[in-house]
């Protein structure tokens, strides 16, 4: 469970990484590499769900987890990441609306 933990973290701290470079990006007006960012992210948010998804299938299966603070903070943060992948592609709409 520890490994899986580790997993979904550090794939979700790829995609915060990704969606912070895509902010920066369309607040400097390069669209096209925001959008390329926000699709980095939103891979590494799949590979992140997939571990999510095979626990959560192992668990379904009769498979007893104990739920430890580590697998907390990772669901948290994939929750959070997913806040901020939304809100980013909210960005980067409003940004390309109200370009020069």
Known sequence: MELLSFQIISNVGDAKSYLHEALKAS???????????????????GKAHDVHMDILAKE????????????????DQMMSTELLRDL?????????????
Not at 28 to 42: L, N, T
């Open 27 to 45: 607040r400097e007006e390069r669209f096209d590499q925001a959008g390329e960012m926000i699709k980095k992210a939103e891979d590494s948010l």
């Open 60 to 75: 379904s299966q009769g498979d007893d987890f104990k739920i430890t603070l580590l697998l907390m903070h990772a669901e």
């Open 88 to 100: 980013t592609e909210e960005m980067l709409l409003t940004h390309k609306k109200y370009s020069k």
